[in-house]
């Protein structure tokens, strides 16, 4: 189905690559800074659980990534550092905390 819908595994991988960077682009935008910790850690929690839900092949591409211990994420060149907006974003809250 991968070549059906992608053409190649490659192809496959630009498309995640494309939904991850919508998402931390999403998520560098959400305005948590103003919230108390616990609210703003809500805040991102609901963002995350309706972007899963909204778009269940993301969810399932990732978790069949997770499966795979991301094998094919970490051999990707525009992955580098893609999770360094969310792990910022949930590391305000705490530091105010």
Known sequence: MIYYY????ERLYAALERAYEDIRVTEAN???EHLDPVTAIRT???L????????????????QENVQRAQFVTA?????GWTVPSSRCRER????A
């Open 48 to 63: 995350t659980f309706d972007r899963h839900e909204a778009n269940p092949d993301f969810s399932r591409l990732i978790s």
């Open 93 to 96: 809250p705490r530091a105010r």
């Open 30 to 32: 959400v305005d948590v």
């Open 6 to 9: 992608f053409g190649s595994k």
């Open 76 to 80: 990707a060149s525009g992955f580098p």
């Open 44 to 46: 991102l929690a609901q």
